[in-house]
């Protein structure tokens, strides 16, 4: 099971992103959980996932959410703002699986 958290401003932008990240990971037949938070929630949901992903409009908080991410052992980026404006789930699936392999 993947653990895959998207953070944005409100945590509403990004729902969905979320649902059609599921959809992609179903049609993958990747076991995922995909969920999403508000940025003051992120850093306790962190200990819970396996990656994080960043919505566009927050990179100015990479370096925070870095630190973090860095003592609870996850990669993390952030989401590429085409995909993101698009609402491509398939493709901001990949860039997290790939996040976790390396």
């Known amino acids: 099971m993947k653990n895959i958290l998207?953070?944005?401003?409100?945590?509403?932008s990004t729902s969905l992103l979320v649902s059609k990240m599921k959809e992609a990971a179903e049609a993958?037949?990747?076991?995922?959980?995909?969920?999403a938070v508000a940025q003051d929630k992120a850093p306790k949901e962190m200990e819970k996932a396996d990656v994080l992903l960043i919505?566009?409009?927050?990179?100015f908080m990479k370096k925070k959410f870095s630190v973090i991410a860095d003592k609870v052992g996850i990669p993390l980026d952030v989401i590429d703002?085409?995909?993101y404006g698009r609402v491509d789930g398939e493709a901001v699936?990949?860039?997290?699986?790939?996040?976790?392999?390396e």
Not at 6 to 12: F, K, N, R
Not at 28 to 35: F, L, M, P, Y
Not at 93 to 101: D, N, R
């Open 6 to 12: 998207l953070a944005c401003s409100a945590g509403m």
């Open 93 to 101: 699936l990949t860039k997290a699986l790939e996040l976790m392999e």
């Open 81 to 83: 703002p085409m995909a």
């Open 28 to 35: 993958k037949g990747v076991e995922a959980s995909i969920w």
């Open 55 to 59: 919505g566009p409009q927050m990179r």
